[in-house]
């Protein structure tokens, strides 16, 4: 029934330090990233345990100390990320900038070479191929220097990065501001469901969405910079005909803007919406028996109504601020060329054509990204108000130092004429004119009638009520068993463990005590037997003796107990109060709520403590006369649960936890169950290797099938054919000898081209839209329907986490990012595709350089090959961080309905932010 194996309670405890490659690789590897490739290289799927530690400055609990101080002093998410991580920023803000310009050697490179190639008498050809080739070169280690400094700063995406630390989305930035939550979680006070976000989308989706704008906050002066210096070279080239341009730009920008306003008012709906979705998808599948059992799976399915007219508007405004900022350069390159050629009436040469043509090219860039920046930034603005709010809660009341030293030295617990109320908004008095004094090694029990106020009095001496009068002075750590009991999903010892150190001897005291080794014994694991999420597995009286069980083994001085015997038949009840109330608890200050007339009566109780409406109508110490039947409140058939106080004061006094009876059966274990740990819940299952081909099919059936795949192809390979028709019609119009006579014939059709172009992009835009909305609909529908009609065993197994986890921050991706992710592989594969069939067919149609096409094929492997290297590791990268994921999301759940119990247990808080942030 009992294994020796040591507790695996994973919540607490670091992993071994060890050296990250980083800190000992050489300049040499430094400066080239040499020092990542044994990870990029290694030939199995990688594992947890292939990831290297965090380095010290990386790690969540550092991270999250330095931007508590900084919020501390600020109060503002915004200001105290500053202070901690803005030098950063600005460092990959200025490399950003340097990167962006050292785009621009490519068009003033080539319009050397241009006038090089038509001058067969120059010599600097090679010297300005030199000089692209070192420019191009210096800008890829810039680059992957700088995405390397962003990944450790948490600011961009997991998949990113395959080689930083853990895994790189637990960083600095994203390891101080989670591990803030969690600290407010299990410090905030109470609130009513509905008055602050969920944490489930706060820790996942509003989490992301600041570490999007994150980078795209530093791009919102690169690019504008970026723009102002290509705006000067195209006047440079094109003179004032580059102003008509300009002026386009900026009309370009404004509605940019404009759609930007709409956008943030339908994501501010959007998030809306989504937390009362998480709300819903949380009770459901919380109490997923109850709603089997009822057979109200229809029901709840028709309640789930995703928030699609939100996300459409979000979806439909984003196509069409795509579009506009896409399209802007085209308008500029129209404009531009017409002023030039029909007003200034100027001849277009190739050197200019080109070297403007490429510059818009570059100027399309900056103006296609700025709207995905914009909506970066829109929707973080939204998500750290979010984040903000949450963070803004009220403390939990801290328990003020006594005011005056007990009159006695035993004295525990002094409440002097206490007031007490639910938060600090001066509501109704819950406890009033309360007077208690206990002494240590009492057995006090409180009772009175259902309402009067006895949970609330617990609460009061656990220092989580708001004392509006009185004094109150509590000596000593304290332990809590709550109505209803709070059980984690893992095994039953680790349950009643809660991190503290395996004594086998004192543990199995403690279980044989609360009267659980028989039930040990009719679990298919004994004591390494799984509970279940929130203890499902087990009945309600084996709940209340596992968290009795819990605050028994801890070393508090006080051990409150909130009801623990409601829900236990008499016999047991009886044993219980016994052996472990009147013995193993007798050396330490009980304080223990019923409603049993015979505990009440009980000899061993040294004050009985009755309340009536919210006062203490009677404290009296060893009654002279038998309790009154009729002063016995009503049974209350509830729940209990578990918790441990940290030291309220520093004069923590030592106590011997149990009586000189030892019992040898703690010596006696039965190795049946060594292998226990290993098959009690698996780890979430992932899959390996590269993504099977039926989860792209799954998703493009939800996108609307290959018949929207083929539109889409017909308006991505139109768009291509328009662009490079354009672009060899400008060589046509520039190589003709009439090209100053029929000016207008020219410019006519470079327009129709550019105009359709643009038709196209638009039809692609929008059909991206809609079949995302789409497919997000789909998908939500039937992973929905999969889980509500899925058998009871398997949430038995499934922690729920696992379940928030889909429906949070993987929903969350296919709900906006995940259409447009597809859109823009699409329009960079064509974009690619189109660039390298003109090359080679330019290439190969001149005798002169015809063999040198030989030289595509290398170079198409090479590529291929580096992006296999980054795909492996990047994919199950991503795979690690969702199954991480999951238990942090199920942990953070548990803790948001155990209040009471995390704030009791003293270093618990400290032990899990270190592993769980």
């Not at 101080?176 to 407010?184: E, S, V």
């Amino acid at each position: 029934m009992l294994s020796s194996n040591q507790p695996k309670y994973s919540t607490f405890g670091g992993a071994a330090s060890t050296v990250h490659p980083r800190e000992a690789a050489s300049w040499f590897s430094q400066v080239f990233l040499t020092w990542c490739t044994p990870l990029v290289h290694l030939q199995h799927a990688l594992n947890i345990e292939d990831i290297w530690q965090l380095e010290a400055a990386n790690t969540a609990e550092s991270n999250t100390k330095r931007f508590l101080t900084a919020f501390g002093r600020s109060k503002s998410v915004f200001r105290a990320c500053a202070n901690v991580y803005g030098a950063w920023f600005a460092v990959a803000g200025v490399l950003g900038l340097v990167l962006r310009l050292l785009e621009l050697v490519g068009p003033i490179v080539l319009q050397k070479i241009v006038g090089a190639t038509n001058d067969r008498a120059s010599s600097h050809l090679y010297y300005w191929l030199a000089v692209l080739l070192v420019s191009k070169v210096a800008r890829a280690i810039l680059w992957s220097h700088m995405v390397m400094l962003e990944d450790i700063l948490g600011i961009q995406y997991v998949h990113i990065h395959p080689f930083l630390g853990r895994i790189s989305c637990v960083c600095r930035f994203v390891g101080g501001l989670k591990g803030a939550l969690f600290q407010r979680l299990v410090s905030k006070a109470s609130v009513q469901p509905g008055e602050v976000p969920d944490l489930a989308n706060v820790y996942s989706a509003d989490m992301d969405n600041l570490l999007w704008a994150s980078i795209s906050f530093n791009n919102l002066w690169i690019m504008p910079t970026q723009i102002l210096v290509i705006s000067y070279l195209l006047y440079q080239e094109l003179g004032v005909a580059a102003f008509a341009g300009l002026g386009m730009l900026v009309l370009s920008l404004c509605l940019g803007a404009f759609i930007s306003t709409i956008q943030s008012k339908a994501f501010d709906r959007v998030s809306t919406a989504r937390d009362d979705r998480m709300q819903a998808v949380k009770e459901t599948f919380g109490s997923i028996l109850i709603v089997k059992l009822h057979a109200w799976e229809q029901k709840y399915l028709s309640d789930f109504a995703l928030e699609m007219g939100h996300v459409w508007t979000l979806m439909f405004s984003g196509a069409i601020s795509i579009f506009v900022l896409w399209a802007s350069p085209l308008f500029v390159s129209m404009t531009s060329f017409a002023m030039y050629t029909m007003v200034l009436g100027q001849p277009l040469t190739a050197s200019k054509v080109f070297t403007a043509l490429a510059l818009f090219r570059l100027l399309q860039n900056p103006m296609s990204e700025i709207p995905d920046n914009i909506t970066a930034v829109v929707e973080a603005n939204v998500s750290l108000d979010r984040i903000q709010e949450y963070l803004d809660q009220a403390d939990q009341p801290a328990r003020p130092a006594p005011a005056v030293t007990p009159e006695s030295e035993d004295t525990v617990i002094a409440i002097e004429n206490g007031t007490f109320t639910w938060g600090d908004d001066g509501g109704a008095p819950i406890l009033k004119n309360v007077s208690l004094t206990v002494s240590r090694g009492d057995l006090v029990v409180v009772h009175g009638k259902v309402g009067s106020g006895k949970s609330s009095l617990c609460m009061a001496i656990l220092g989580e009520m708001h004392q509006t009068e009185g004094t109150t002075g509590v000596y000593g750590s304290t332990a809590y068993c709550s109505q209803e009991p709070w059980i984690q999903q893992m095994s039953v010892r680790d349950n009643i463990l809660f991190g503290s150190p395996f004594d086998s001897r004192k543990y199995t005291r403690v279980v044989e005590a609360c009267g659980l080794l028989p039930d040990f014994g009719l679990m298919a694991f004994g004591d390494l037997t799984e509970v279940g999420s929130k203890g499902r597995n087990l009945s309600g009286g084996q709940k209340a003796r596992i968290s009795l069980a819990r605050a028994c083994y801890s070393d508090a001085d006080i051990v409150i107990l909130d009801a623990p015997l409601a829900a236990i038949d008499a016999v047991v009840q009886k044993q219980i109060m016994t052996k472990c109330v009147e013995t193993l608890l007798k050396a330490r200050t009980v304080i223990l709520v019923t409603h049993n007339g015979d505990i009440i009566s009980s000899p061993n109780v040294n004050r009985l403590v009755r309340l009536e409406d919210g006062s203490t109508e009677h404290s009296h110490v060893k009654p002279s006369e038998p309790v009154v039947a009729a002063k016995v409140a009503d049974v209350v058939v509830k729940i209990p649960c578990v918790v441990a106080k940290p030291v309220m004061d520093n004069r923590s006094m030592p106590s011997p936890l149990w009586s000189p009876r030892t019992m040898e059966a703690g010596d006696k274990w039965n190795e049946h169950f060594d292998h226990a740990i290993s098959e009690t819940v698996g780890e979430e299952e992932r899959a390996v290797g590269r993504v099977g081909l039926d989860v792209y099919a799954s998703y493009i059936a939800a996108f609307g099938g290959w018949r929207t795949i083929g539109l889409l192809f017909v308006f991505q390979t139109a768009t291509q054919v328009l662009q490079v028709g354009s672009d060899v019609w400008l060589g046509v119009w520039t190589s003709s000898d009439d090209a100053v006579v029929q000016t207008k014939w020219y410019l006519g059709i470079y327009t129709s081209l550019c105009l359709g172009m643009m038709v196209a992009v638009l039809c692609r835009t929008i059909l991206v839209a809609v079949s995302g909305v789409r497919a997000s609909r789909v998908m939500f529908g039937k992973m929905m329907s999969a889980l509500i009609s899925t058998p009871m065993s398997f949430f038995d197994d499934t922690p729920l986490g696992r379940v928030v986890n889909r429906f949070a921050e993987d929903m969350s991706l296919i709900d906006i990012w995940l259409p447009f992710s597809y859109a823009g592989v699409a329009g960079w594969f064509f974009s690619v595709a189109s660039s390298l069939l003109t090359a080679m067919f330019v290439v190969t149609t001149d005798t002169v350089v015809r063999w040198c096409g030989l030289l595509f094929l290398p170079m198409i492997y090479v590529y291929i090959r580096v992006a296999q290297l980054y795909l492996r590791p990047s994919r199950e990268l991503t795979r690690l961080w969702n199954v991480t994921n999951s238990p942090v999301l199920s942990f953070l759940d548990e803790i948001e309905h155990g209040p009471s119990i995390h704030l009791c247990w003293c270093g618990g808080i400290v032990h899990f932010t270190q592993t769980w942030t």
